[in-house]
């Protein structure tokens, strides 16, 4: 029996990478970043980088001689919450670190995080971006979760001129929006990846389970064209409702278990994900469920589901916490000073990893003159590539929002209840 009252699942903030490339900051480990002063405050045009965005009367708007002013939704309530504390404590521990490791950063300034709850609910997200951007001022917008919602907001973010970024999910609806930016590889681009990790496994026999919106199209037609390129036998092909009831789940089950799925191409909440990887289990039937890891490579997703997650390996702009010390070893420090007492985590890893990006992305833009929109937009359509040293390179160029390269290489261990990166900056296979 699936009890969904006991299902703490995450749908994680949505993740980001970038970094500028000139030296390395004193006190921010693992990063390239080209720092500079400038000036902001008010809403007058900002000097900088050059290119297709120009400058609008609201350019600085959440910029001040102090401060600049970040607007994230996320769902905290809803069909698939984040954790509510969990999040709070994480969304600005990487900007307390950063003020108190280099006061100068950012230009003296300080990141103030504005948080809405989007109820995962895509009207509410243009509610709540609209009321961050017009109420609190909100230089930027970054979705947390959810691909409706992401792209609902990104929508009103480009009506309204304001840069908007969000971890990769889907590319239709956002492909032509001029301020948009997946700080990850979208559900499509990861189709190489996970395509060359089953034959890596030797599998032939993949079932496709993604669930019926809109959204996870492009990434369900991407993977099937890849496995199908690639000689694999995509034996079951389904869509399963967003909000699959228990029965809906075990039925998908024994449709995947008559058609002898060595293998799961999952792309679903994480509700949906482990009620069908639980009735797996329980008829006996272990495929590998493999798929974009956002979501359904959390630590907390994997401990809950487990022994029927045991078989998971997802791919994922940000890796787990058994490596994180040697790719950032400033996290788990600042944590323990910054996390009020709270273990860090990997949903702590996925905030620290987007606030770290953006801050690069903030002095990359600064070093070369002051923080307005269209500067800080300019400046990562330049082509170069940015690092954060935690998610692997992006680089943009105009009218390309989508600018991943690789991701990390998840996989479950029950034994131990976490994640374990097995592959780390998991390059996308070279085109023949």
Not at 113 to 137: L, S, Y
Not at 202 to 231: K, L, M
Not at 426 to 431: N, Q, R, W
Request: aromatic letters at 8%; charged letters at 20%; a negative charge.
């Amino acid at each position: 029996m699936i009890q969904r009252s006991r299902l703490v699942v995450v749908v994680l903030l949505a993740l980001a990478l970038v970094g500028a490339a000139c030296g390395q900051k004193s006190g921010v480990a693992g990063t390239e970043v080209a720092t500079g002063g400038g000036g902001g405050g008010g809403e007058e045009p900002a000097g900088g980088a050059s290119g297709p965005h120009e400058a609008g009367p609201d350019d600085t708007s959440g910029v001040t001689d102090s401060e600049i002013v970040i607007g994230v939704h996320a769902p905290v309530t809803g069909a698939s919450p984040l954790p509510q504390r969990t999040f709070d404590i994480g969304k600005d521990i990487y900007w307390k670190f950063l003020a108190s490791a280099d006061p100068e950063s950012l230009g003296g300034r300080e990141a103030r995080v504005v948080f809405r709850d989007d109820e995962f609910n895509p009207r509410r997200a243009v509610q709540v971006c609209r009321e961050m951007v017009e109420q609190e001022g909100a230089f930027i917008l970054v979705g947390g979760g959810g691909a409706d919602q992401i792209t609902a907001c990104a929508q009103y973010a480009a009506e309204a001129g304001v840069p908007y970024f969000s971890a990769g999910v889907n590319e239709e609806g956002l492909e032509d929006l001029e301020t948009y930016f997946a700080l990850s590889l979208t559900y499509a681009q990861q189709a190489p990846l996970i395509v060359q990790q089953l034959e890596e496994l030797g599998i032939q026999s993949v079932g496709v389970v993604v669930a019926d919106t809109p959204s996870f199209g492009d990434g369900h037609d991407a993977f099937v064209e890849a496995a199908e390129t690639a000689g694999l036998d995509v034996v079951v092909d389904d869509e399963i409702n967003k909000t699959a009831s228990e029965a809906e789940a075990l039925s998908e089950v024994q449709t995947l278990r008559d058609a002898d799925a060595e293998a799961v191409f999952i792309l679903t909440s994480p509700l949906v994900y482990l009620a069908i990887a639980g009735g797996a289990r329980n008829q006996g039937f272990e495929p590998t469920f493999i798929g974009p890891g956002i979501t359904s490579g959390l630590n907390q997703v994997l401990e809950f589901g487990c022994p029927g997650t045991g078989n998971g390996q997802f791919f994922s702009p940000f890796p787990e916490l058994d490596v994180i010390n040697e790719l950032d070893p400033d996290y788990i420090p600042a944590y323990e000073q910054f996390g009020q007492g709270q273990p860090a985590d990997d949903i702590g890893i996925a905030l620290w990893g987007l606030n770290k990006t953006v801050g690069l992305m903030f002095e990359a833009t600064l070093a070369s003159g002051d923080l307005g929109r269209a500067a800080l937009m300019n400046t990562i359509e330049a082509g170069d590539a940015f690092e954060s040293g935690v998610y692997p390179p992006v680089s943009y160029s105009s009218g390309e929002p989508f600018g991943g390269t690789g991701a990390h290489l998840l996989v479950a261990d029950c034994g131990d209840g976490q994640y374990q990166t097995e592959g780390e900056f998991v390059e996308l296979p070279e085109e023949e």
